[in-house]
């Protein structure tokens, strides 16, 4: 039997994704995500945050660097890799991250919505749906 290796977090962003370009067009993000807990210690409500490094690759990447900012909420299921290299003293560093598969933007809507929103819009909406009731109190199917 095969292992699993599934990641799921509901946390907040620390800065804004990094986007990078490699060869062949490949675009991959990268940002740090904040999750915390609180628990009561000594009779003291106590919060713990925990840092996670998060990968995104290709199209994910691309919709994470178009809509994702720093301090949104977001949720990410994805899988743990950690990797190596070596720092430029040559000594040979391992990082953990989480390789994104799929994430969903978390909150209201109007939190991922541009600044400059148009006032008129939310009359629209309103006028759209006060038109559409029946009068009568027919259902419309």
Do not use: C
């Not at 940002?31 to 003291?44: H, I, M, R």
């Not at 994805?78 to 909150?107: C, H, P, Q, W």
């Not at 600044?115 to 038109?131: H, W």
């Amino acid at each position: 039997m095969s292992g699993i290796n599934k990641v799921i977090l509901v946390g907040h962003l620390g800065k804004d994704p990094e986007v990078r370009h490699l060869e062949g067009g490949v675009t991959v993000a990268s940002f740090p995500l904040a999750t915390s807990e609180t628990f009561n210690k000594d009779g003291k409500r106590v919060e713990q945050t925990e840092w996670h490094n998060i990968v995104l690759w290709r199209g994910l990447a691309e919709v994470a660097s178009k809509y994702l900012q720093k301090g949104k909420l977001v949720y990410i299921e994805g899988k743990l890799r950690t990797r190596s290299f070596e720092d430029k003293e040559k000594v040979k560093k391992y990082v953990t991250e989480i390789v994104a598969e799929n994430f969903t933007m978390l909150g209201r809507k109007s939190d991922f919505e541009s600044a400059q929103v148009n006032g008129n819009t939310a009359n629209k909406i309103e006028d759209d749906f006060s038109t559409s009731i029946d009068e009568t109190g027919d259902l419309p199917f």
